[in-house]
């Protein structure tokens, strides 16, 4: 049975850290590309981190850079963002995303059922 569930999220106080993880069963997270994306209320999609599929590179926007931190562990199956002096702008519903589209383009995508994170005094 194919799941991706995430796990950790949380209301956190500024300056503060989290972890969020998200483990895939039923398919092999090393050969996707995976990311984190977020959504503050009353707004879009933002994503705020990546790793690409075919050569390992990172990017994060200027509005998380050196606070975040995108990991993944092929042996477990999971993928991780550990965040930082986390800010009340950080305040958000956090998905993992794994993607993967093949040589014949047939894409696969899969998203984590969402956490919320919030960050308040």
């Known amino acids: 049975q194919l799941q991706f569930v995430e796990s950790g999220g949380g209301l956190v106080q500024p300056g503060g850290s989290l972890r969020l993880s998200c483990t895939g069963s039923?398919?092999?997270?090393?050969?996707?590309?995976i990311g984190w994306f977020r959504q503050a209320p009353g707004k879009g999609y933002e994503g705020v981190s990546c790793?690409?599929?075919?050569?390992?590179?990172?990017y994060y926007p200027s509005s998380v850079k050196g606070r975040f931190t995108i990991s993944r562990d092929n042996a477990k199956n999971t993928m991780s963002l550990q965040m930082t002096n986390l800010k009340r702008e950080d305040t958000a519903v956090y998905f993992c995303?794994?993607?993967?589209?093949?040589?014949?383009?047939?894409?696969?995508?899969?998203w984590g059922q969402g956490t919320q994170v919030t960050v308040s005094s």
């Open positions: 995303n794994a993607n993967r589209i093949t040589g014949m383009g047939e894409e696969f995508d899969y």
């Open positions: 790793i690409g599929a075919s050569d390992g590179s990172t």
């Open positions: 039923g398919f092999s997270l090393a050969s996707y590309g």
